[in-house]
């Protein structure tokens, strides 16, 4: 199974994400990552550190996608509310780093189509609102923080 980040980030944006107990498997699925993406690395020998950088957003913000994807169809009375609980965050890692193991380049071919999507919504975004909202609203979408954000696009498209 691959992840489809363009279907998941063109979900109605909830107006509210309730975030419960889920500091701790934060944490746990960054430990998770990053120990995958070390294997994965070595066994490429890819020394590029903007690769890595990029491939572990990439897979954070697929992860907390994924996440709020498996929320919504949890908890399906919840109209337009997302109950995050821990338990999906650690589902959607799994289910992530899975998915990016399936394959020899999966992780970067996860970050080719999540760059794609991104890249395609912030361009819609400068269509019409200023740089600066653009790129909030971007970094709303995808789950990106800012800073990571200006590591992905040290210039906007």
Do not use: H
Not at 69 to 88: C, G, H
């Amino acid at each position: 199974m691959s992840v489809d980040v363009e279907r998941l980030s063109s979900r109605p944006e909830p107006s509210i994400i309730i975030f419960e107990d889920t500091f701790d498997a934060d944490q746990e699925v960054r430990k998770l990552i990053d120990e995958s993406l070390k294997l994965f690395f070595m066994s490429t020998l890819v020394n590029d550190q903007t690769a890595k950088q990029k491939t572990t957003i990439a897979i954070r913000s697929a992860i907390q996608l994924v996440a709020e994807d498996i929320a919504r169809n949890s908890d399906a009375e919840l109209s337009r509310t997302i109950l995050l609980r821990k338990e999906y965050l650690k589902e959607a890692a799994q289910l992530v780093l899975r998915s990016t193991s399936a394959t020899p380049l999966g992780p970067f071919e996860l970050l080719g189509d999540w760059q794609r999507t991104v890249t395609t919504f912030l361009k819609a975004q400068l269509e019409t609102l200023s740089k600066r909202e653009s790129v909030f609203r971007t970094c709303e979408r995808f789950k990106i923080d800012l800073r990571d954000f200006q590591a992905v696009f040290p210039k906007l498209p």
